[in-house]
Protein backbone atom coordinates (compact mmCIF):
# COMPACT_ATOMS: atom_id res chain seq x y z
CA UNK A 1 0.00 0.00 0.00
CA UNK A 2 1.25 3.32 -0.82
CA UNK A 3 0.10 6.87 0.06
CA UNK A 4 -0.33 9.89 -1.72
CA UNK A 5 2.86 10.64 -0.89
CA UNK A 6 4.12 7.33 -3.25
CA UNK A 7 5.93 6.32 0.05
CA UNK A 8 5.95 2.47 0.97
CA UNK A 9 4.01 2.35 4.22
CA UNK A 10 3.60 -1.34 5.07
CA UNK A 11 6.54 -3.22 6.28
CA UNK A 12 4.87 -6.28 4.63
CA UNK A 13 6.19 -7.46 1.30
CA UNK A 14 3.58 -6.88 -1.27
CA UNK A 15 2.73 -8.40 -3.90
CA UNK A 16 3.02 -6.66 -7.38
CA UNK A 17 6.89 -4.56 -6.63
CA UNK A 18 8.93 -4.79 -9.44
CA UNK A 19 11.76 -7.39 -9.07
CA UNK A 20 14.67 -5.18 -8.34
CA UNK A 21 12.52 -4.00 -5.18
CA UNK A 22 11.62 -7.59 -4.34
CA UNK A 23 15.33 -8.20 -4.10
CA UNK A 24 16.36 -5.44 -2.56
CA UNK A 25 14.17 -6.03 0.42
CA UNK A 26 15.04 -9.31 0.49
CA UNK A 27 18.96 -8.64 0.27
CA UNK A 28 18.25 -5.71 3.07
CA UNK A 29 16.20 -8.13 5.34
CA UNK A 30 19.34 -10.81 4.84
CA UNK A 31 21.77 -8.51 5.18
CA UNK A 32 20.11 -7.33 8.76
CA UNK A 33 19.73 -10.71 9.84
CA UNK A 34 23.09 -11.64 8.87
CA UNK A 35 25.02 -8.27 10.17
CA UNK A 36 23.04 -6.51 12.89
CA UNK A 37 24.63 -6.56 16.52
CA UNK A 38 22.18 -7.08 19.70
CA UNK A 39 23.79 -4.99 22.50
CA UNK A 40 21.95 -6.02 25.76
CA UNK A 41 21.82 -3.20 28.46
CA UNK A 42 23.05 -0.29 26.55
CA UNK A 43 23.56 2.32 27.03
CA UNK A 44 21.40 1.87 29.90
CA UNK A 45 20.08 -1.04 31.90
CA UNK A 46 16.89 -2.67 30.39
CA UNK A 47 17.98 -1.13 26.24
CA UNK A 48 18.41 -3.53 23.91
CA UNK A 49 20.86 -1.68 21.48
CA UNK A 50 20.35 -2.19 17.95
CA UNK A 51 23.87 -1.74 16.15
CA UNK A 52 23.03 -1.69 12.46
CA UNK A 53 26.46 -0.20 12.16
CA UNK A 54 27.73 -3.58 10.70
CA UNK A 55 25.10 -3.89 8.31
CA UNK A 56 25.90 -0.59 6.29
CA UNK A 57 29.85 -1.32 6.63
CA UNK A 58 29.02 -4.53 4.23
CA UNK A 59 28.94 -3.48 0.37
CA UNK A 60 25.92 -5.71 -0.86
CA UNK A 61 24.22 -4.64 2.90
CA UNK A 62 23.99 -0.97 2.09
CA UNK A 63 23.08 -1.27 -1.37
CA UNK A 64 19.95 -3.28 -1.00
CA UNK A 65 19.29 -0.89 2.17
CA UNK A 66 19.58 2.29 0.29
CA UNK A 67 17.03 0.55 -2.73
CA UNK A 68 15.02 -0.68 -0.16
CA UNK A 69 14.69 2.61 1.58
CA UNK A 70 14.28 4.14 -1.64
CA UNK A 71 11.16 2.29 -3.09
CA UNK A 72 7.97 4.15 -3.94
CA UNK A 73 9.60 7.69 -2.93
CA UNK A 74 8.92 10.19 -5.49
CA UNK A 75 8.89 14.00 -5.47
CA UNK A 76 11.29 14.30 -2.16
CA UNK A 77 13.38 17.85 -2.49
CA UNK A 78 15.22 16.87 0.40
CA UNK A 79 16.54 13.80 2.46
CA UNK A 80 16.68 15.28 5.99
CA UNK A 81 19.30 12.34 7.99
CA UNK A 82 18.59 12.08 11.81
CA UNK A 83 22.02 12.33 13.65
CA UNK A 84 24.10 10.32 13.21
CA UNK A 85 23.38 6.92 11.99
CA UNK A 86 20.76 8.59 9.91
CA UNK A 87 23.65 11.22 8.16
CA UNK A 88 25.33 8.11 6.87
CA UNK A 89 21.78 6.47 5.07
CA UNK A 90 20.39 10.47 4.56
CA UNK A 91 23.60 10.83 1.78
CA UNK A 92 23.07 7.54 0.07
CA UNK A 93 19.18 7.72 -0.37
CA UNK A 94 19.69 11.39 -1.14
CA UNK A 95 22.11 10.27 -3.89
CA UNK A 96 19.38 7.75 -5.13
CA UNK A 97 17.40 10.42 -4.75
CA UNK A 98 19.14 12.68 -6.71
CA UNK A 99 18.41 15.22 -4.35
CA UNK A 100 20.14 17.35 -1.79
CA UNK A 101 20.92 16.24 2.02
CA UNK A 102 20.62 17.82 5.14
CA UNK A 103 22.05 16.86 8.80
CA UNK A 104 19.68 17.09 11.88
CA UNK A 105 22.13 17.45 14.47
CA UNK A 106 22.53 16.73 18.01
CA UNK A 107 22.71 20.05 19.64
CA UNK A 108 25.64 22.40 20.24
CA UNK A 109 27.29 21.22 17.22
CA UNK A 110 26.15 24.00 14.34
CA UNK A 111 27.19 27.88 14.48
CA UNK A 112 24.63 29.90 15.03
CA UNK A 113 21.77 30.85 13.94
CA UNK A 114 20.30 27.85 14.54
CA UNK A 115 16.31 26.21 14.54
CA UNK A 116 16.16 24.38 17.81
CA UNK A 117 14.19 21.13 19.32
CA UNK A 118 14.37 19.65 22.76
CA UNK A 119 12.60 16.46 23.25
CA UNK A 120 12.73 13.16 25.26
CA UNK A 121 14.37 10.14 23.99
CA UNK A 122 14.20 6.10 24.97
CA UNK A 123 17.01 6.81 27.62
CA UNK A 124 17.41 10.55 28.85
CA UNK A 125 16.79 13.55 26.62
CA UNK A 126 18.28 15.64 24.18
CA UNK A 127 17.93 18.26 21.25
CA UNK A 128 18.10 18.38 17.60
CA UNK A 129 19.21 21.38 15.58
CA UNK A 130 19.52 22.69 11.77
CA UNK A 131 21.36 25.92 10.03
CA UNK A 132 18.72 29.08 10.24
CA UNK A 133 20.93 30.59 7.86
CA UNK A 134 22.74 29.50 4.34
CA UNK A 135 19.99 27.06 3.17
CA UNK A 136 16.17 27.83 2.53
CA UNK A 137 14.13 24.57 3.07
CA UNK A 138 10.83 26.48 3.20
CA UNK A 139 8.01 24.27 0.88
CA UNK A 140 10.55 21.94 0.70
CA UNK A 141 9.32 18.04 0.54
CA UNK A 142 11.58 16.47 3.23
CA UNK A 143 11.99 12.68 3.63
CA UNK A 144 13.35 11.83 7.24
CA UNK A 145 15.86 9.17 7.63
CA UNK A 146 17.44 7.18 10.62
CA UNK A 147 18.58 3.63 11.08
CA UNK A 148 16.33 2.30 13.67
CA UNK A 149 12.63 4.01 15.05
CA UNK A 150 12.28 3.04 18.94
CA UNK A 151 9.54 5.51 20.55
CA UNK A 152 9.12 7.69 18.06
CA UNK A 153 10.43 10.90 20.14
CA UNK A 154 13.22 11.60 18.09
CA UNK A 155 11.59 11.32 14.58
CA UNK A 156 8.84 13.55 15.91
CA UNK A 157 11.16 15.61 17.25
CA UNK A 158 13.09 16.02 13.72
CA UNK A 159 9.36 16.52 11.98
CA UNK A 160 8.36 19.32 14.06
CA UNK A 161 11.45 20.88 13.86
CA UNK A 162 11.94 20.78 9.79
CA UNK A 163 8.27 21.96 10.01
CA UNK A 164 9.10 24.71 11.97
CA UNK A 165 11.83 25.75 9.00
CA UNK A 166 9.20 25.78 6.75
CA UNK A 167 9.48 22.44 5.41
CA UNK A 168 6.98 20.13 4.54
CA UNK A 169 7.61 16.33 5.74
CA UNK A 170 6.08 14.00 3.56
CA UNK A 171 7.67 10.66 4.81
CA UNK A 172 9.97 8.86 7.16
CA UNK A 173 12.41 5.97 6.47
CA UNK A 174 13.95 3.77 8.78
CA UNK A 175 16.17 0.78 8.59
CA UNK A 176 14.42 -1.27 11.50
CA UNK A 177 11.16 -0.43 13.53
CA UNK A 178 11.30 -1.68 16.93
CA UNK A 179 8.18 -3.44 17.91
CA UNK A 180 6.07 -2.81 21.58
CA UNK A 181 7.70 0.89 21.34
CA UNK A 182 4.90 2.58 19.56
CA UNK A 183 6.87 4.81 17.44
CA UNK A 184 4.27 4.67 14.85
CA UNK A 185 1.50 6.02 16.75
CA UNK A 186 3.98 8.25 18.60
CA UNK A 187 4.49 9.63 15.20
CA UNK A 188 0.83 9.67 14.02
CA UNK A 189 -0.15 12.06 16.94
CA UNK A 190 2.79 13.74 16.64
CA UNK A 191 2.90 14.58 13.06
CA UNK A 192 -0.16 12.71 11.42
CA UNK A 193 -1.39 9.46 11.41
CA UNK A 194 -1.37 10.34 6.95
CA UNK A 195 2.89 10.63 7.18
CA UNK A 196 3.71 7.34 5.69
CA UNK A 197 6.50 5.67 7.98
CA UNK A 198 8.98 2.84 5.90
CA UNK A 199 10.69 0.16 8.16
CA UNK A 200 12.55 -2.27 5.81
CA UNK A 201 12.49 -4.65 8.87
CA UNK A 202 10.88 -4.61 11.88
CA UNK A 203 11.93 -6.31 15.54
P1 LIG B 1 13.50 7.05 19.51
O1 LIG B 1 13.42 8.53 19.61
O2 LIG B 1 13.22 6.38 20.83
O3 LIG B 1 12.66 6.50 18.38
O4 LIG B 1 14.99 6.69 19.22
C1 LIG B 1 15.48 6.73 17.94
C2 LIG B 1 16.91 7.18 17.88
O5 LIG B 1 17.69 6.64 18.94
C3 LIG B 1 17.55 6.71 16.62
O6 LIG B 1 18.42 7.72 16.17
C4 LIG B 1 18.30 5.45 17.00
O7 LIG B 1 19.56 5.41 16.38
C5 LIG B 1 18.47 5.54 18.51
N1 LIG B 1 17.95 4.38 19.24
C6 LIG B 1 16.95 4.40 20.17
N2 LIG B 1 16.74 3.21 20.69
C7 LIG B 1 17.60 2.39 20.07
C8 LIG B 1 17.87 1.00 20.18
N3 LIG B 1 17.21 0.21 21.03
N4 LIG B 1 18.83 0.49 19.37
C9 LIG B 1 19.49 1.27 18.50
N5 LIG B 1 19.30 2.59 18.37
C10 LIG B 1 18.37 3.15 19.15
Given at each position: MSDDAGI???TTQEPGLDEVTTRALDDARTAVDEHARTVP?????GITFKDLTPVLADPAGLAAIVTALT??????DLVAGIDARGFLLGGAVARQLQVGVLAVRK???????VHRIGYALEYGSSSLEIPASGIDITGQRVLLVDDVLATGGTVVAAGDLLRRAG???VGVAVIMELDGLGGRATIADGLGADLSVHAVTTD
Open positions: ETSDFPAPHRCRDIGGKLPPPAEV
